[in-house]
Every structure is written in C-alpha cells, then in structure tokens.
Nanobody, 131 residues
Framework: VQLQASGGGLVQAGASLRLSCAAAGRTFSSHSMGWFRQAPGSERELVAGIDWSGGSTWYVDSVKGRFTISRDNAKNTMSLQMDSLKPEDTAVYYC?????????????????????????WGQGTQVTVSS
C-alpha cells in the first residue's frame, strides 16, 4: 500500500503548483484524506483535508483562499491546487489517508488533532517558493 505525492518544484512567490496523490495497492474511497507538510526543523502539519465523498473540505487558516483540495475516487487520486504561493509554503508535502473508514471531521483543527491516525506516509514532494 502506497500513497505517492508528486508535482512539487521550485517556483517564485505568487506562482502556482498542482500536487497529485496517487494510491496504489488499495482504494481509499471510504476514507478522509489530507495533505500535510513538513518544513525543516518543524513538525508535520495539516494543510488541507477532504472527506471520503469530496463533499467536505478543511483548510488551515494560512492556506485558506489560496489552496484547493479535491479528489477523484474513480481514479483513486487526490490533488492540491496551490495558488499565490508564499516562501512560508516551502516544505515537503505529503498525502495520507485516515485509517478509520467513514470518519468525517468537523474542522481542520479537529482533523489536525488526529494526524497520528493518518498514513501511510510516502516520500513526499518538495515545494520550494523563492521570494
């Protein structure tokens, strides 16, 4: 079972990137999923989440209005459209799924408290935003 994130790169502030997450080995169509990031010297943090149906999404305040999470259960994929990138968005980005099927979180804060329930963690994709 693997979740592979891709699409990262080096861009200037204000640019856009689209990250993709592909699942191999099983389907996560019944699981909430999320995008997380980890900057050097920092803990891994939630960026955005989406419920199993795609009907509910959650974002941390720092990316609201700039990032958009989506999923395609038919293709077993998830995406993160990142616009108006800032240097503080620089990090390794990971995708992961909630190990509990069918759970829907009420907010990004609630989802973030359950980061330990997410996995599997792949290698991530590096996003670097220069000023």
């Amino acid at each position: 079972v693997q979740l592979q994130a891709s699409g990262g790169g080096l861009v200037q502030a204000g640019a856009s990137l689209r990250l993709s997450c592909a699942a191999a080995g099983r389907t996560f169509s019944s699981h909430s999923m999320g995008w997380f990031r980890q900057a050097p010297g920092s803990e891994r943090e939630l960026v955005a989440g989406i419920d199993w149906s795609g009907g509910s999404t959650w974002y941390v305040d720092s990316v609201k209005g700039r990032f958009t999470i989506s999923r395609d259960n038919a293709k077993n994929t998830m995406s993160l459209q990142m616009d108006s990138l800032k240097p503080e968005d620089t990090a390794v980005y990971y995708c992961a799924a909630d190990r509990t099927a069918g759970r829907v979180f009420t907010s990004a804060q609630t989802m973030a408290r359950h980061i330990g329930d997410f996995g599997p963690w792949g290698q991530g994709t590096q996003v670097t935003v220069s000023s």
